[in-house]
């Protein structure tokens, strides 16, 4: 098959797939990637990525100036439980991420993947003190019932950014079932490793493969990340001073922004990373609800790498 390359010629009887790539929080490529390792895979074929990838930066290393590293596409291959899983180290955008999902279902359709699995962070304004919760979002309507018992609410609307939700739709084009699970984390903190939420989607795809893998090493991790999470809510309650009925800063989600906004504020500044102009319109909105301070260095790194 062009493109991908095959180390080994596999046969897995009546796979499903599970597919990561990075995204806010790591949570979709932490899950994949914890789980492909607790579990006995192998890795079986790769695609070919040279012409998909269009770096946007050099990496300076003693004042030396050289090109990334071309991303590793892998695809792994279990058979207790049968399972393909594809783990990618970067997100392709605009036509090439068509040609390049298009790629990934071919092979899916090679092995008779009955279904596939993604994962995505569902950013919220909380507290990294909550339990994450679960949603579901399926590609059919009787795949609705599969997320429902699993005990885990059903997205009702929104977007879900980047190739780990727009595999659904054009696997829905090639017949092929497909299911993302999303869990909540806080929308601070999207530019850090949130391995609660990871371990929230894993809890739940593990149910649904009927397999159970040692979470320990992700417990670890994210005893690890709420020291941090501790620390940048505190300096959220410094900029954000303790108002006069009692309410505290940290207190994210007594916060009076409706979810749409938090949002669109998510949206632009996915936006933004590609287009300047976006950046006034997100500064505007900010403003708007009284929220610079709390996006400061985030909304700044948009202009890092103008210098």
Known sequence: MANIKVYQDIEVEDPVMIAGWPGMGNV???????????????????????????????????????????????????????????????????????????????????????RIYTGAAFPMPISHKEKPAVYGVANRKDLLNVIAKSHIEIMEGGQISGLNGLLLGYAEQRGIEAICLLATMPNYAISFPNPKASKAI????????????????????????????????????????????????????????????MEKIEKLFQEAKGNREKAYDLKEELDRWDLFKFYEDRFLDLFKKDH
């Open 28 to 114: 979709a490529l932490g899950a994949v990637n914890y789980l492909r390792r607790k579990i006995e895979t192998v890795p079986f074929a790769e695609i070919e990525t040279s012409q998909f990838f269009a770096p946007d930066a050099v990496i300076v290393k003693n004042g030396l100036a050289k090109l990334p590293q071309v991303p590793q596409n892998l695809f792994y291959y279990s058979l207790a439980p049968a399972v393909i899983i594809f783990e990618s180290n970067a997100q392709v955008s605009g036509a090439d991420s068509i040609h390049f999902l298009k790629l990934i279902l071919d092979f899916a359709q090679n092995f008779k993947v009955r």
């Open 202 to 261: 894993l809890s739940v795809l593990t149910r649904m493969l009927h397999v159970r893998i040692d979470m320990s090493e992700l417990d670890a991790f994210s005893q690890e990340m709420d020291e941090r999470m501790k620390a940048i809510e505190e300096k959220i309650r410094e900029m954000f001073p303790t108002a006069g009925k009692g309410e505290r800063a940290a207190d994210l989600d007594k916060k009076e922004v409706p979810k749409y906004i």
